[in-house]
């Protein structure tokens, strides 16, 4: 998948707020799990969203390229093994 610059940073920005909002989440999942619709993946938006179903969807409009489909499972995979910010490892408990 060949993502505009716009794209990866709405992309990174979604990754960045997973423990905010799951419709990001819901959204890579799917990515993963196969769906390529654009429809279909901006359905996951929550409803409080400001953008609106079409213009998540023209966002996720584009090529998937299977090494970037596998960079996403990787990173996913990894950042579902981080532990929460604010835990021991930063210095809190």
Same mark, same amino acid.
């Given at each position: 998948?060949?993502?505009? %610059?716009?794209? #990866?940073?709405? &992309? /990174?920005?979604?990754?960045?707020? @997973? ?6 989440t *819901? ?8 769906? %390529?619709?654009? #429809?279909?993946? &901006? /359905?996951?938006?929550?409803?409080? @969203? ?6 998540? *969807? ?23 093994f ?6 021991p ?5």
């Open positions: 998948m060949h993502l505009s %610059r716009g794209r #990866q940073e709405r &992309a /990174a920005a979604s990754r960045g707020h @997973r423990h905010h909002g799951h419709d990001g *819901a959204i890579l999942d799917a990515i993963i799990a196969g769906e %390529r619709d654009p #429809q279909k993946l &901006a /359905a996951h938006r929550d409803h409080r @969203r400001k953008k609106s179903v079409a213009e998540i *969807a023209a966002a996720l409009k584009g090529e998937w390229k299977e090494e970037q489909l596998f960079t996403l499972r990787q990173s996913l995979t990894a950042a579902a981080q532990p929460a910010r604010g835990g490892i930063y210095g809190r408990s």
